[in-house]
């Protein structure tokens, strides 16, 4: 199938891309948005939009509801739910390329529930689909016109321009529990498979071919040597390119560098109580797919405490207080928020008062009145925005209060970078927070430095005879004899991308939440994670401990003999543009961390991983490892 970004101006952000080709998708060779010949808008082209709950996934970051319909979209629905015959409509899939989803497709065109078909597969469909769908048309001698079949290759998830996800449907099939369970071959040829997919399909919206660096051994490794011969093999064989030789999205003339990291070297950052917005958000609310949903309680006078239920929509494109702030400390957050909110209220107040200052010049007054007629509309949605935030971080500061939350990031910043814990870590453990708290903070321990053996062994021992599970603790002793047994060398550093600490906080002690203003913020520091140091070690082309066996792969370059894996040049340039995939699962924090380096250095980075885990679902997952492998269980 040809690429449809071949026919699209060249976005700037793989995000731009992917919705790019999805507008093309919904407008194909549509002139919506022009005008006749006598000057009048033309109507747009009604259609209705069937997908899978693959497809609504990578739909729901990408386009609002009103977006849709700007596209002509007037009825979305799932493949599978039950659907009636709609009379002189065109209806656009947009599903995987599976049996079900095939199946279900020929069910429609046997049914003959529409008049014109457009079937876009979020990756390739297998030849062996195409037949079935080509033999399904002829024999039921449907009076459905099928238009066209495309490959979209937009088997991914943008969440921001510069972050994606291999999927959120079913994602607990390509997480660190799957890919580091005990398991037979076919399911996880299955899992490398389907990663291979993702990635092929994100590199074709990327628009060239990168040289990848994986790390050795576990996943990362199949899936650079699978994803090497699948870019190698069409490049090869394919009669239709689908990447772009010259210049990258950035202007540059260097093929970028794609990094696959196993989630392995570098655990704690996924455990870690974190301080940034984002991350704070996905820690402790149910934050998924730009959407965080959490419950407000109120008080009424008579006493009786009322729940309410709040979405709120966390989209770096048209919210500018969330684009500027998401990767900053909670209190700067904080206070910004409050800032921003008191200069929009006045200016709303000076806005609704102009005209009646009783000004003699009649044209100065109307001029005033237009203004503010225009500009009001822009200002009662930047307040909706910034009032949306403020309950957003009263639920989140609730969260951090109930749980003990800077308690347990303070010890966690010490431990990670390698400096003496100022409080103990058995009397931080005994004085409150979740089983999931303390476990999370005793297995950073057990992976940090700082703390003495015993008094890891007496917290361990203390979790234990309070009947916690200890499988994710057994699981990160395996993983603590493996690391020392490779290399003693190695250094953690902090995930995290600034310091701070909060006074624990009473109801109305800080200025946001009250008067006061107990909130107290440490100066920022900044530190750079383990990944980030990979990750700026091979755009720079220099070796050291933590990239030393990192292997080399170039699709593009001949090979001698039948080895995939190339030598390393010994003299090449730093390159300015690099995609980084963390295979088992990645998080907001080590995202933001990379994020900040990319900016003081200058660099294009974009983050993917299988899926976010938040930190308790990560500890689930190693807990889930050691216990298909034969857990310790729960304590006695």
């Given at each position: 199938?040809?690429?449809?970004?071949?026919?699209?101006?060249?976005?700037?952000?793989?995000?731009?891309?992917?919705?790019?080709?999805?507008?093309?998708?919904?407008?194909?060779?549509?002139?919506?948005?022009?005008?006749?010949?006598?000057?009048?808008?033309?109507?747009?082209?009604?259609?209705?939009?069937v997908?899978?709950?693959?497809?609504?996934?990578?739909?729901?970051p990408?386009?609002?509801?009103?977006?849709?319909?700007?596209?002509?979209?007037?009825?979305?629905?799932?493949?599978?739910?039950?659907?009636?015959?709609?009379?002189?409509?065109?209806?656009?899939?947009?599903?995987?390329?599976?049996?079900?989803?095939?199946?279900?497709?020929?069910?429609?065109?046997?049914?003959?529930?529409?008049?014109?078909?457009?079937?876009?597969?979020?990756?390739?469909?297998?030849?062996?689909?195409?037949?079935?769908?080509?033999?399904?048309?002829?024999?039921?001698?449907?009076?459905?016109?099928?238009?066209?079949?495309?490959?979209?290759?937009?088997?991914?998830?943008?969440?921001?321009?510069?972050?994606?996800?291999?999927?959120?449907?079913?994602?607990?099939?390509?997480?660190?529990?799957?890919?580091?369970?005990?398991?037979?071959?076919a399911?996880?040829?299955?899992?490398?498979?389907?990663?291979?997919?993702?990635?092929?399909?994100v590199?074709?919206?990327?628009?060239?071919?990168?040289?990848?660096?994986?790390?050795?051994?576990?996943?990362?490794?199949?899936?650079?040597?699978?994803?090497?011969?699948?870019?190698?093999?069409?490049?090869?064989?394919?009669?239709?390119?689908?990447?772009?030789?010259?210049?990258?999205?950035?202007?540059?003339?260097?093929?970028?560098?794609?990094?696959?990291?196993?989630?392995?070297?570098?655990?704690?950052?996924?455990?870690?109580?974190?301080?940034t917005?984002?991350?704070?958000?996905?820690?402790?609310?149910?934050?998924?797919?730009?959407?965080?949903?959490?419950?407000?309680?109120?008080?009424?006078?008579?006493?009786?405490?009322?729940?309410?239920?709040?979405?709120?929509?966390?989209?770096?494109?048209?919210?500018?207080?969330?684009?500027?702030?998401?990767?900053?400390?909670?209190?700067?957050?904080?206070?910004?928020?409050?800032?921003?909110?008191?200069?929009?209220?006045?200016?709303?107040?000076?806005?609704?008062?102009?005209?009646?200052?009783?000004?003699?010049?009649?044209?100065?007054?109307?001029?005033?009145?237009?203004?503010?007629?225009?500009?009001l509309?822009?200002?009662?949605?930047?307040?909706?925005?910034?009032?949306?935030?403020?309950?957003?971080?009263?639920?989140?500061?609730?969260?951090?209060?109930?749980?003990?939350?800077?308690a347990?990031?303070?010890?966690?910043?010490?431990?990670?970078?390698?400096?003496?814990?100022?409080?103990?870590?058995?009397?931080?453990?005994?004085?409150?927070?979740?089983?999931?708290?303390?476990?999370?903070?005793?297995?950073?321990?057990?992976?940090?430095?700082?703390?003495?053996?015993?008094?890891?062994?007496?917290?361990e021992?203390?979790?234990k005879?309070?009947?916690?599970?200890?499988d994710?603790?057994?699981?990160?002793?395996?993983?603590?004899?493996?690391?020392?047994?490779?290399?003693?060398?190695?250094?953690?550093?902090?995930?995290?991308?600034?310091?701070?600490?909060?006074?624990?906080?009473?109801?109305?002690?800080?200025?946001?939440?009250?008067?006061?203003?107990?909130?107290?913020?440490?100066?920022?520091?900044?530190?750079?994670?383990?990944?980030?140091?990979?990750v700026?070690?091979?755009?720079?082309?220099?070796?050291?401990?933590?990239?030393?066996?990192?292997?080399?792969?170039?699709?593009?370059?001949?090979?001698?003999?039948?080895?995939?894996?190339?030598?390393?040049?010994?003299?090449?340039?730093?390159?300015?543009?690099?995609?980084?995939?963390?295979?088992?699962?990645?998080?907001y924090?080590?995202?933001?961390?990379l994020?900040?380096?990319?900016?003081?250095?200058?660099?294009?980075?974009?983050?993917?991983?299988?899926?976010?885990?938040?930190?308790?679902?990560?500890?689930?997952?190693?807990?889930?490892?050691?216990?298909?492998?034969?857990?310790?269980?729960?304590?006695k």
């Open positions: 199938s040809p690429k449809m970004a071949g026919r699209m101006r060249r976005p700037t952000s793989l995000r731009e891309q992917q919705c790019e080709m999805i507008r093309t998708m919904l407008r194909p060779g549509s002139n919506q948005g022009d005008v006749d010949e006598i000057g009048l808008a033309q109507e747009p082209e009604w259609k209705i939009l997908y899978d709950k693959y497809g609504e996934n990578i739909l729901s990408l386009l609002s509801v009103s977006e849709l319909r700007g596209l002509g979209v007037t009825l979305y629905l799932q493949l599978d739910a039950e659907r009636e015959h709609i009379p002189d409509t065109t209806v656009i899939y947009f599903v995987r390329p599976t049996q079900s989803n095939v199946d279900r497709i020929c069910k429609d065109l046997q049914e003959d529930l529409y008049d014109k078909c457009q079937l876009n597969f979020l990756s390739a469909v297998p030849t062996d689909l195409l037949e079935q769908l080509a033999m399904t048309t002829v024999s039921s001698q449907t009076s459905c016109e099928v238009e066209r079949v495309y490959d979209m290759y937009t088997n991914f998830i943008s969440l921001e321009d510069d972050l994606f996800v291999m999927r959120e449907q079913a994602r607990d099939k390509v997480s660190y529990l799957a890919l580091n369970s005990p398991s037979d071959d399911e996880m040829g299955a899992a490398v498979d389907d990663i291979v997919t993702s990635l092929f399909c590199l074709v919206s990327n628009g060239q071919v990168p040289i990848i660096r994986a790390s050795r051994g576990h996943a990362a490794e199949m899936i650079a040597g699978k994803l090497d011969k699948k870019l190698r093999d069409h490049l090869k064989l394919s009669r239709t390119q689908l990447f772009r030789e010259g210049m990258s999205a950035t202007g540059s003339f260097q093929r970028p560098l794609l990094v696959l990291v196993d989630r392995h070297v570098d655990i704690p950052t996924m455990l870690h109580h974190t301080c917005y984002q991350a704070l958000t996905h820690d402790v609310l149910d934050y998924k797919l730009n959407r965080v949903a959490y419950v407000v309680e109120d008080s009424g006078e008579d006493g009786k405490v009322t729940r309410e239920k709040k979405v709120f929509e966390m989209d770096s494109r048209s919210d500018p207080f969330w684009r500027a702030n998401r990767g900053l400390p909670f209190p700067s957050v904080a206070e910004a928020v409050e800032q921003e909110l008191a200069a929009c209220k006045k200016r709303e107040a000076q806005i609704r008062s102009a005209g009646g200052s009783g000004d003699p010049s009649l044209q100065d007054n109307t001029s005033r009145i237009k203004d503010a007629v225009s500009s509309p822009l200002l009662l949605e930047q307040k909706r925005q910034l009032t949306g935030h403020m309950s957003l971080l009263m639920a989140v500061m609730d969260k951090i209060k109930e749980g003990k939350h800077d347990f990031y303070s010890l966690e910043e010490e431990i990670i970078n390698s400096t003496a814990p100022t409080e103990s870590l058995y009397e931080v453990v005994k004085a409150g927070g979740s089983e999931a708290d303390k476990m999370r903070l005793l297995i950073i321990a057990m992976l940090g430095k700082g703390v003495k053996a015993d008094e890891i062994a007496k917290t021992a203390a979790l005879e309070g009947g916690c599970d200890m994710a603790v057994a699981h990160a002793h395996s993983v603590n004899a493996q690391r020392t047994q490779r290399s003693s060398a190695r250094v953690q550093a902090s995930a995290g991308t600034k310091e701070w600490s909060f006074d624990m906080l009473s109801s109305g002690s800080s200025k946001l939440f009250g008067e006061g203003g107990l909130i107290k913020r440490l100066l920022p520091t900044s530190s750079s994670g383990v990944v980030t140091q990979i700026e070690a091979l755009m720079d082309f220099k070796q050291t401990d933590l990239t030393k066996d990192y292997l080399y792969f170039d699709p593009k370059q001949v090979r001698v003999g039948g080895s995939t894996k190339l030598d390393v040049p010994k003299s090449r340039a730093p390159v300015d543009e690099c995609m980084v995939f963390m295979v088992g699962g990645g998080n924090c080590e995202y933001q961390n994020m900040d380096s990319a900016a003081t250095r200058k660099k294009v980075v974009t983050y993917g991983c299988t899926d976010l885990a938040t930190p308790d679902e990560f500890l689930q997952q190693l807990a889930g490892v050691q216990s298909a492998l034969g857990g310790e269980g729960r304590g």
